[in-house]
């Protein structure tokens, strides 16, 4: 019994480390997901969500998430490029760090910008 238990955890492990390449994904999931990954990572320069807990550690602060999404040149596309081109052009000339991340990283984090697109809650 006490075997089952240990393995139905290290598969839990296993399958929820692979979650990301499920196809099944639902919005609400990829929202989630998004939500947590902006949490650890984004939020270390930027605002990105109400519940944030702690203060962007670059001060000043690079612009809120969801203001820069409410941009109306701002889409899911130009967003899924910046992303995804560390050293293309629009990065090149913004003031973000290069640093690469993976497809279902950046389909997680648009997933959740659009969801907070605009809220007012957070400083711009
Ligand atoms: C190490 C700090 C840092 C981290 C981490 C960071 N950013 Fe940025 N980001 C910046 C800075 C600085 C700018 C430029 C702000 C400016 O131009 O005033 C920026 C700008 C942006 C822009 C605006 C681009 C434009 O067209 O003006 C977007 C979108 C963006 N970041 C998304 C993200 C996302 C999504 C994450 C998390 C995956 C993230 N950033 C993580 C520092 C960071």
Redesign the pocket.
Known sequence: MRTSALLSFVLALVFGAITPTNAQETKSELVAAGHD??LK??A???E?ATDQGSA?I?QPP??S?PV??A?P??TEA??RS??ANPHGD?RRN????S?L?SDF?IKQ?IAY?FSVKGNKNLRD
């Open positions: 990954f902006a990572i984004c270390k320069c930027h990105v962007p670059m690079a612009p998430l820069i999404v941009r040149d701002i130009s967003l910046f992303l629009t913004s003031n973000m760090p640093f991340l990283q984090i910008l």
